[in-house]
């Protein structure tokens, strides 16, 4: 080696130690000094390509979370965190609410997820793509995930990907509390594949117009102009100048203590209840309603795990502090009496003369949480499942998807805990005892032919179809493959045809999928058992007898409550009926005491009688 090499060599490694080095130092916002107060957010604006946004550049590109608040937090550390991990973590935890993919057209309902969950199916096997995925769901998720992770090159979308750029992870959907903020229109520039665009487009200092979705594959947006023939406007982007300083810096209203109405554009729930038609008639967790926040029990740090609360979090994260954060965390006492972690803690309750074996079958969610039984189940309407909060959703109260609540169903360890429950309803190849569903694309045109005389449903629920129809539909397809057999899953059953008949079964992979309910938390006076014990020791409590709905577009019955318990109904009525005779019981010790008491004054004062007989007698 000569010195020429060595001299060229020596700076080359000075930069390579120095990069070493100032990547593993944290970055300027990474750990909190300490203050209350919030840091003031003036900062330059970076596309992805890590350049400073300037007002005078052509064309103007729409900043990247990625870069700009990259610059100063560990972008790469905060997109591990649980919002943002579903395609890469391996450890899913307890089930979480999944997307759902319905389309009454062709009678399907698909739990869809890229967690590992029992029962949802990867939205690769019904042959979405990771780019229709985000541009159909991407609505309500707050960015990052598969949307960034996908190797671009391998994909069938790479060109389309191309132009429409990266999904960030969104930090302002949470952190922004600056109310001009349009989280609806991060919505409208997904189906418009402007991805890149899509969380500047929410800012109130940015407005985005044009479309990716109708630029051709080798668009080049450095260029900036659509091809000539065409009349389509390219995706771009306008900036609120007055918005910008001399140094080209704009302010951000950006906050640690996010308030609950940024966490529930994407978790609102609303039930159907023909009794509450107005939005006045529902309230909301009783926590927020006596003022906490969603921050106060769901936190994290720069890692973004956000605690999900569930009982056996702690264990499987191997995180103890978690527990702190559970119900029992903040409501029970722990061995000093005292949670060390965070100064929330609750009321303890007494839960006077309930006896304890009631802690061991039911969580605290199952008396406290969701919607009041009632004799019939509801349908739940969600952010994630309805696009509630965006532009031109179907509000009918029956549109699809099917979300049903509450049940109370037995988990894997033996404990009775309220969910909600999807029915999948797909076609899919059955072989030997496995069904895997079809690509979506392959039986669309099939369904739609049979179902063409059926009248749409304007509310966005299923049609009124009939065996014959499902019939017609597997005869069809049974020719398009040789070694599987066609079948339509549907309100728990599986649907096939043989020698020109309809016939179906029961099957594992037709079940139903449920994932816990949290919340709303009732106020303790609507608790189960507030009413009394009666609440569910009585013949007809809802507890056991709700009717649940089979949900299909076939008509189905209900099934009851108790079926998804391992309880058995009639030995629950039976010792039901111990509690009619509770109260006699009472009434039956009461006058038991009534009498030996008055047996006893009887005996002392006969016995006094004696004394004193005997005393005069002396
Ligand atoms: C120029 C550097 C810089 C940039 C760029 C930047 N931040 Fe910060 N950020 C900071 C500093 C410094 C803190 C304060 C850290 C502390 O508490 O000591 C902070 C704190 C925060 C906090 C906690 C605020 C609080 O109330 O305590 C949030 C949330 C945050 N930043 C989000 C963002 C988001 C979102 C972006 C992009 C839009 C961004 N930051 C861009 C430097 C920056
Ligand atoms: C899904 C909502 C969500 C998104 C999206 C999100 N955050 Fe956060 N972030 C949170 C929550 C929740 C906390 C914890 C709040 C608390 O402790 O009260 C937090 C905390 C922080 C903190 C303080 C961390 C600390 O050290 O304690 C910073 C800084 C931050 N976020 C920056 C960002 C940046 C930058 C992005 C985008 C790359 C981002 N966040 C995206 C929800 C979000
Ligand atoms: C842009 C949409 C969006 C916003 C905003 C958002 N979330 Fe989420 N959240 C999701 C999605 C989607 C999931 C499911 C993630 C998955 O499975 O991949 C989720 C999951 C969760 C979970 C875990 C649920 C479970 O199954 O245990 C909690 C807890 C949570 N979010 C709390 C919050 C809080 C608190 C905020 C506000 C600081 C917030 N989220 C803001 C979309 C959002
Ligand atoms: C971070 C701590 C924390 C967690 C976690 C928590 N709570 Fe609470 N809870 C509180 C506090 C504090 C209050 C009192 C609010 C008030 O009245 O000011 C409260 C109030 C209540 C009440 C209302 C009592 C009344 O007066 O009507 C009920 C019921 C309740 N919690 C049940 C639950 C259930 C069930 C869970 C689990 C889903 C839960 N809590 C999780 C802190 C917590
Ligand atoms: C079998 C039903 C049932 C279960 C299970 C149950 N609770 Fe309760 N809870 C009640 C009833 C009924 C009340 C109201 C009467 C009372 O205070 O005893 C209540 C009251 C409460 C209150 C209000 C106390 C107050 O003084 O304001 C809190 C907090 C609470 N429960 C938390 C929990 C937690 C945490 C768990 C789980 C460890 C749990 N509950 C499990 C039925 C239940
Ligand atoms: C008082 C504490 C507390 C508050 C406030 C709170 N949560 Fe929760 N949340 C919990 C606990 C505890 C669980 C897990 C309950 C269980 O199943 O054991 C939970 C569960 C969840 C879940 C998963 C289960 C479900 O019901 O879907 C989501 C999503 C969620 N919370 C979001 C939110 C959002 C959004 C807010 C604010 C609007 C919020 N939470 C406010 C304590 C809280
Ligand atoms: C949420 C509904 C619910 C409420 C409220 C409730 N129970 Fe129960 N209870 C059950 C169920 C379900 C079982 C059966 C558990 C099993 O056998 O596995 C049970 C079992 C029992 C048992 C039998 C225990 C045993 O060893 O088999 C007694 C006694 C009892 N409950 C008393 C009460 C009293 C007293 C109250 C009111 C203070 C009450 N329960 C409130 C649901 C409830």
Redesign the pocket.
């Known amino acids: 080696m000569n010195n020429r090499s060595i001299s060229y060599l020596f700076p080359l490694l000075v930069c390579i130690l120095i990069g070493q080095f100032l990547s593993g130092q944290p970055k300027l916002g990474d750990s909190p000094a300490g203050s209350r107060s919030p840091a003031v957010h003036r900062i330059k604006l970076m596309d992805h390509d890590s350049s400073a946004i300037r007002l005078f550049k052509t064309p103007l590109l729409p900043f990247s979370t990625e870069t700009t608040c990259g610059s100063c937090h560990d972008y790469n550390v905060i997109s591990s965190g649980?919002?943002?991990?579903?395609g890469s973590e391996t450890k899913?935890?307890?089930?979480?609410?999944?997307?759902i993919y319905s389309d009454p057209n062709t009678l399907t309902q698909i739990p869809l997820?890229?967690?590992d969950w029992k029962g949802v199916i990867n939205p690769e096997d019904i042959g979405m793509s990771v780019f229709e995925f985000v541009k159909t769901?991407g609505?309500?998720?707050?960015?990052g995930?598969v949307g960034e992770q996908e190797d671009r090159w391998q994909s069938e979308n790479a060109f389309r990907w191309n132009v429409s750029g990266n999904v960030d992870v969104?930090c302002l959907?949470?952190h922004d509390v600056n109310p001009a903020n349009d989280?609806s229109h991060?919505a409208k520039q997904l189906q418009k594949e402007n991805f890149r665009w899509a969380a500047a487009s929410t800012a109130s200092i940015a407005d985005v117009s044009g479309s990716a979705k109708d630029m051709p594959d080798h668009y080049d947006i450095y260029y900036g102009l659509a091809p000539d023939e065409s009349k389509a406007i390219p995706p771009q982007v306008k900036y609120d100048k007055i918005a910008f300083n001399e140094k080209d810096e704009v302010f951000f209203d950006v906050t640690r203590n996010?308030p609950?109405e940024?966490?529930?554009?994407?978790?609102s729930t609303m039930v159907v209840d023909n009794e509450r038609t107005e939005f006045w008639q529902h309230g909301q967790d009783v926590h927020l309603q006596r003022g906490m926040?969603?921050?106060d029990?769901?936190r994290n740090g720069l890692d973004h795990q956000?605690?999900?609360?569930?009982e056996n979090e702690s264990v499987e994260k191997k995180s103890p502090e978690l527990a702190d954060f559970t119900c029992a965390g903040c409501h029970a006492s722990n061995e000093y009496g005292l949670s060390v972690s965070h100064n929330n803690k609750g009321p303890i309750p007494e839960h006077k003369g309930l006896p304890p074996l009631h802690f061991d079958k039911f969580s605290c969610t199952t008396c406290h949480s969701g919607e009041m039984v009632k004799e019939k189940s509801f349908l739940t309407k969600t952010?994630?499942g309805h696009g509630l909060g965006t532009h031109g959703i179907n509000k009918a109260d029956s549109t699809l998807p099917h979300i049903i609540t509450p049940i109370f169903e037995e988990d894997e360890t033996g404990k009775i805990i309220p969910v909600n429950m999807v029915w999948p309803s797909y076609w899919g190849w059955k072989n030997g005892d496995n069904i895997s569903p079809m690509n979506k694309d392959s039986y669309t045109s099939i369904v739609k032919s049979v179902l063409s005389e059926m009248p749409i449903n304007l509310n966005g629920s299923w049609p009124n179809i009939d065996e014959e129809m499902i019939n017609n539909i597997l005869i069809s397809l049974v020719s398009q493959e040789i070694e599987s057999t066609p079948v339509f899953v549907s309100g728990g059953k599986v649907y096939f045809t043989e020698s020109g008949i309809l016939k179906d079964e029961a099957h594992s992979q037709a079940k139903a999928y449920t994932?816990?309910i949290?919340h709303n938390v009732r106020p303790a006076t609507m608790a189960l058992g507030s009413g009394g014990c009666n609440d569910c020791h009585r013949l007809d409590s809802p507890f056991y007898t709700s009717s649940i709905t089979v949900d299909s577009p076939f008509k189905t019955d209900d099934v009851i409550m108790i079926e998804f318990q391992s309880q058995n109904l009639f030995s629950a009525q039976v010792f039901a009926n111990a509690f009619v005779f509770r109260p006699w019981l009472k009434g039956v010790i009461y006058f038991s005491v009534f009498i030996v008491a008055s047996l006893v004054i009887l005996f002392f004062f006969n016995g006094l009688q004696c004394w004193i007989g005997d005393k005069n007698a002396e």
């Not at 899913?92 to 997307?99: D, E, K, L, V």
């Open positions: 649980w919002h943002f991990n579903a899913p935890g307890r089930n979480g609410q999944p997307w997820s890229y967690r769901f609505r309500h998720h707050p960015g995930s969104n959907v949470c989280r991060y996010i609950n940024n966490c529930y554009f994407c978790h926040n969603c921050v029990c769901h956000i605690i999900r609360g569930y952010s994630m994932w816990p949290g």
